[in-house]
């Protein structure tokens, strides 16, 4: 399969996450990928890749020197003329708002299940976002080189469990001890090991079909009539493969494979390069929609990653980019600023190496260095006020106190807090009343982290306590009077966000109805669009 169009490079992007609930798989996969993509080889080398190389940069250098570890939130690898960007999803779901703003940056997902648990709790949390979003999402049943489940059953509980048709694009040829290979039912090819049944994926076949004596000669008796059962029973059961279906999210093609011995990595490349969607258009603030073909760069920053060494400030902003033609060099409007930033030093994160970006297009990724100017949510643009929207914050659901153990260090404290929410980890609120600032996260894992990298970075040991309070919600009003009124009644419950806009702080559930109900001209939301226009 090659490129079909170099007039139009975006049109050979490939901009994707992988989904996953812890363990199912996501870490090999995404390697297997890699390797299969060509960006690493076995031994961890990296090969040659033409022209790309000239224009390596000494930025690995920099990143050991200084200890950032950016490697894992993109790999970029370019197989047979496409050019493909896998976006790293944390997976635990501590980090979900992470996640979800990294999945606002894919034009299509992976979803891996482990063969023998099915659909796990994270797995259908993160899907729920994909199909928000209308990501499509390929399907990847993993570990078949184990005791899985049944394989219809498989695919009757993701039809059921995710109301999404799905489409068997490979069957596994046993499983576990009597797992034998995968077999392509469309192209009746058959992948298979030159070691038998213990052996990592080697060798292609050609079949005439699940009859081929290739197969009936070699496997066992029970196996290959379990193989033509299901491949029967597919085409009775299940719609044929359609392409529009995928795109817009209601049908799931589904490929069994395992990461571990190396079945189903190339039959999934070749999938996304052949029918997984060239990069979306992008919505925008005053009803635009940004689409690809535009000729100037529109991008915004989805994730912000700090340095972990505390002498240097640097951070990596990780701009997608909307339209246009990226030129490294480029003067670029920031918009939420308005102020103009020279990209200079644009990077591209390969596997195992970073590149200056001399050139990049719609569906890329580029990594912006800055001082903390660039952060979640922002737009960059070639002069036009545009603000990319669909960005979303969450009112966290845990908050805390902040207690300093050195009441000295004050300052470093709230440079720390404030650094940190700039990178998305951590929601801070200033009280109306009183100068305690008050830590929202999402899950307690993020609480930890807060505490290790402000001991780290910032040398400042700090505690948590809790809070009077547990949930937050943004306050909206149309008419601003009636809002300051209601501030002002209100001053012990408020606290402004990071953009001065005001939180009302409740107990628990039960206030949050009984004070919605008592005022409703007021809206409490639980989200807000992240766009900064302060
Ligand atoms: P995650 O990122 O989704 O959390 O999963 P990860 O890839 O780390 O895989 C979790 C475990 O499942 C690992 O085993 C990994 O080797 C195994 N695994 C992944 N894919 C396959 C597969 O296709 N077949 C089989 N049989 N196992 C697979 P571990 O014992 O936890 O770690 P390790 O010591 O093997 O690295």
Known sequence: MSATSTAQPYKTRRTFAIISHPDAGKTTLTEKLLLGGGAIRAAGQVRARGERRRARSDWMKIEQERGISVSSSVMTFERDGYTFNLLDTP????????????????????????????????TRKLFEVCRL??????????????????????LDEIQEALALDVTPMAWPVGMGSDFFGVYDPLGKRYFTSTEGRTGAFDELKQLSGPDDEVLTSTVFENVL???????????????????????????????????????????????IAAYAPAPHSQPATGG????????????????????????????????????????????????????????????????????????????????????????????????????????PAFAPEILRRVRLSDTMRVKQMRRGLEDLAEEGLVQIFKPAIGTNWIVGVVGVLQLDVVVDRLKAEYQTEISFETAMYNTARWIECDDKLKLDRFLEANR????????????????????????????????FRETREIVHTS
């Open 225 to 271: 009539a379990e193989l033509q059962e299901n491949v029967e029973m597919g085409l009775e059961l299940y719609p044929e493969f359609d392409q529009e279906a995928f795109l817009e999210g209601h049908l799931t093609p589904v490929f069994f494979g395992s990461a571990l011995k190396d079945y189903g990595i190339d039959q999934v490349l070749d999938f």
């Open 288 to 391: 635009r929609t940004i689409v690809p073909e535009e000729n100037k760069v529109t991008g915004f920053v989805f994730k912000v990653q700090a340095n972990m060494d505390p002498k240097h400030r640097d951070r990596i902003a990780f701009v997608r980019l909307c339209s246009g033609t990226f030129k490294r060099g480029m003067k670029l409007k920031h918009v939420r600023a308005g102020k103009p930033i020279t990209v200079s030093a644009p990077i591209f994160f390969f596997a195992e190496e970073r590149e200056l970006a001399e050139k990049a297009y719609p569906g890329d990724v580029i990594g912006v260095p800055n001082h903390g100017q660039l952060r979640v949510g922002d737009t960059l643009s070639e002069g036009e006020e545009i603000h990319v929207t669909g960005l």
């Open 492 to 523: 012990a419950h408020v606290a402004m966000d990071r953009d001065d806009r005001p939180v009302y702080l409740f107990k628990n559930a039960w206030e949050v109805s009984y004070i919605s109900e008592k005022n409703t001209d007021i809206r």
């Open 133 to 154: 979003r209308d990501i499509p999402i390929i399907t990847f049943i993993n570990k078949i080189d184990r005791e899985g489940r049944n394989t219809l059953e498989i």
């Open 91 to 122: 997976g635990h779901e501590d980090f979900s708002e992470d996640t979800y703003r990294t999945l606002t940056a894919v034009d299509a997902a992976i979803m891996v299940i482990d063969a023998a648990k099915g659909i796990e709790t994270q």
